[in-house]
């Protein structure tokens, strides 16, 4: 459920025209609705609210809008970041550092000093060399570094090969197979408080079965590593639950995945930790374009928009689908092809679709698009940085201004011996 309504004829982000926003911000533009993102998080916790303890560390690179991780910190949500500058954000945003939870292949150095020195809570170490780093580094600075080890429980998500991460041949995590000895080793080190195990598969996933595969595969080692008598008092189950992009299609709610998890992780005795991203925020925003014109092509026409794949790169990236809307539907409906400016044959939004009708200048949507939209953008083709906007109630604000090719150009030299 969201808050984006066709009110009198228009589409609405909550009491606000989207029309406004368009011509207030300009186009295109990402829209955010505050009350769906908050929807969506009180929807996640209900779902998880049979298990006894549990922390919930958004995926901040899904949105790592400041203004969007604020309103997640308020709804009692800590961060799962990726990067020192998704920790600087999250900060920035007023989330503990003790709720963030620091995943990712490939911490530098400079990183996992800079999450130690804010005292993050908690490192998702991904291989036997980083944890011996960060082991290391702790114990330089008379700190314990509190850890997860992150293992590959080889498991298929059955979702697109670009965002599944659980397989074996998968860059993520340790092998399952040699989970234990390393933790065991790792568990030794001074500087390290191995306290527990991480796991996620993928995105975008569709079904639950995976997911309960790679969690019963987790209980199993966990017990394999309590037997050895190390404390595992931590369970990150990662992120990872889809959200329908096309009408009509079905996922599993937050409260299937919370009954399956409270099914698998019956008797655990641990934290659990989750890190949902996309179920949180793609419903909450839209992508706002204006029409450039329409081009007839030779076996449909082309909706040329304003918005490109350098914007959202979803569909040029996992062909992935988002649904397509006026503004201000007429009721007449047009097969064509929505395409941006860009100079690529992927910069395609929807192939011979029937889409709501549409003609130079007006207002139009691509739906489902705060999760993996602005944070993707770049500005190829020389196009300006896409701004972002957050709607509450009757009012709004732009929360990410649009970067301008020149401000972009300014930040390049020519070197004088050029
Ligand atoms: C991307 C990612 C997530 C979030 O995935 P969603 O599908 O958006 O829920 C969670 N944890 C890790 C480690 C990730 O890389």
């Avoid at 794949?309 to 047009?334: E, K």
Wanted: glycine residues 10%.
């Amino acid at each position: 459920m969201d808050h984006f309504h066709y009110h009198n004829g228009e589409l609405h982000a909550e009491n606000v025209p989207l029309a406004r926003i368009a011509e207030q911000v300009g186009t295109p533009v990402y829209v955010y609705s505050r009350a769906t993102l908050e929807r969506h998080a009180q929807v996640f916790r209900e779902g998880l609210a049979d298990l006894p303890s549990v922390h919930l560390a958004f995926a901040v690179k899904s949105n790592p809008n400041v203004a969007v991780l604020k309103v997640l910190k308020e709804q009692g949500f800590g961060a799962d970041v990726v990067s020192e500058g998704e920790m600087r954000r999250a900060l920035a945003a007023g989330i503990p550092a003790a709720d963030i939870v620091f995943s990712g292949v490939g911490k530098t150095r400079r990183e996992l000093a800079a999450a130690l020195e804010a005292g993050i809570g908690q490192f998702n170490v991904e291989s036997e060399e980083e944890g011996e780093e960060l082991a290391a580094l702790a114990a330089e600075r008379g700190v314990t570094a509190p850890c997860a080890l992150r293992v590959n429980p080889d498991v298929e998500a059955g979702t697109h090969a670009k965002i599944s991460t659980g397989k074996a041949e998968n860059k993520f995590g340790v092998p399952y197979d040699r989970a234990a000895e390393m933790f065991d080793r790792l568990a030794r080190l001074s500087g390290m408080n191995l306290r527990g195990l991480a796991v996620h598969i993928g995105s975008q996933l569709q079904s639950l079965a995976p997911l309960e595969a790679a969690f019963s595969r987790m209980g199993a080692l966990m017990e394999a590593i309590r037997a050895e008598g190390h404390h595992v008092t931590h369970m990150d189950l990662g992120g990872g639950v889809g959200v329908p992009y096309r009408e009509g299609e079905q996922f599993p709610s937050p409260a299937d995945y919370g009954a399956m998890v409270a099914r698998v992780c019956k008797g655990w005795d641990v934290t659990l930790m989750f890190e949902p991203g996309r179920v949180i925020t793609g419903n909450s925003g839209m992508l706002v374009t204006e029409v450039i014109r329409v081009k007839q092509g030779v076996t449909a026409p082309f909706v040329v928009v304003d918005a490109a794949m350098n914007d959202l790169a979803r569909p040029a990236m996992y062909d992935a689908w988002h649904d397509f809307a006026a503004v201000r539907p007429t009721g007449d409906r047009l097969t064509a092809s929505v395409v941006g400016p860009i100079c690529e044959s992927s910069d395609v939004f929807a192939k011979e679709r029937e889409i709501d009708s549409v003609q130079t200048g007006d207002l139009a949507v691509f739906r489902t698009a705060g999760a993996y939209g602005a944070t993707m953008a770049n500005t190829y083709n020389s196009r300006a940085l896409v701004p972002e906007v957050l709607v509450s109630g009757d009012r709004f604000a732009v929360v990410a201004d649009r970067i301008e090719p020149a401000a972009i150009l300014a930040a390049e030299r020519v070197p004088d011996w050029l």
